[in-house]
T-cell receptor
Framework: GEDVEQSLFLSVREGDSSVINCTYT??????LYWYKQEPGAGLQLLTY?????DMKQDQRLTVLLNKKDKHLSLRIADTQTGDSAIYFC???????????FGKGTRLHILP | EAGVVQSPRYKIIEKKQPVAFWCNPI?????LYWYRQNLGQGPELLIR????????DSQLPKDRFSAERLKGVDSTLKIQPAELGDSAVYLC????????????FGQGTRLTVV
């Protein structure tokens, strides 16, 4: 069945890079996503990657996909206090299909 | 432009009582979604509306949950009677077309059942 796993917590010093990891089980997943949820707010789509891509970069965000190992990562360069949030990894078979979310990784920024 | 508006933000009720949540989607968004997010979990889709029609309610516990979207704009989600396990954040989202990945989320209603 479909399952998305990610570690629950990550602490990073301000200015360092954050790397949030995720594994998924459904090899037919075509799209993989990263969402951000700030305290008391709904989810915001940060970025997504199509399964035929290895990497996608958008300003401070870099997404790496290892399709063989079904491993997805999100790297945030120069982590700022405003990056403090819960980051959800998610997958879907297609852009119009249902999204399956992981449990989220809470990113804590140390001063 | 206003985003997705949900009310109330917080609700505390005793078990077996009814509760209702309200959602006002972004103007012009035909598709509306209700999700439940349990503590420490990702959101799970409960129901999706395209205009006033519920097109996917397979995850909605129909014995106690109901939803409506009259006139294809605002929507309400109701639980009657509430159980302790219903404590969660209920998120509403909307999108122009039926594509979850393009949905904008509201802030959610945090329900606590005691």
């Amino acid at each position: 069945g479909e399952d998305v796993e990610q570690s629950l917590f990550l602490s990073v010093r301000e200015g360092d890079s954050s790397v949030i990891n995720c594994t998924y089980t459904d090899s037919s997943s075509t799209y993989l996503y990263w969402y951000k949820q700030e305290p008391g707010a709904g989810l915001q789509l940060l970025t997504y990657i199509f399964s035929n891509m290895d990497m996608k970069q958008d300003q401070r965000l870099t997404v790496l996909l290892n399709k063989k190992d079904k491993h997805l990562s999100l790297r945030i360069a120069d982590t700022q206090t405003g990056d403090s949030a819960i980051y959800f990894c998610a997958e879907s078979m297609g852009r119009d299909d249902k999204i399956i979310f992981g449990k989220g990784t809470r990113l804590h920024i140390l001063p | 432009e206003a985003g997705v508006v949900q009310s109330p933000r917080y609700k505390i009720i005793e078990k077996k009582q009814p509760v209702a949540f309200w959602c006002n989607p972004i103007s012009g968004h035909n598709t509306l979604y209700w999700y439940r997010q349990n503590l420490g979990q990702g959101p799970e889709l409960l129901i999706r509306y395209e205009n006033e029609e519920a097109v996917d309610d397979s995850q909605l516990p129909k014995d106690r949950f109901s939803a409506e979207r009259l006139k294809g704009v605002d929507s309400t989600l109701k639980i009657q009677p509430a159980e302790l396990g219903d404590s969660a954040v209920y998120l509403c989202a909307s999108s122009v077309e039926a594509r979850e990945t393009e949905a904008f989320f509201g802030q959610g209603t945090r329900l606590t059942v005691v």
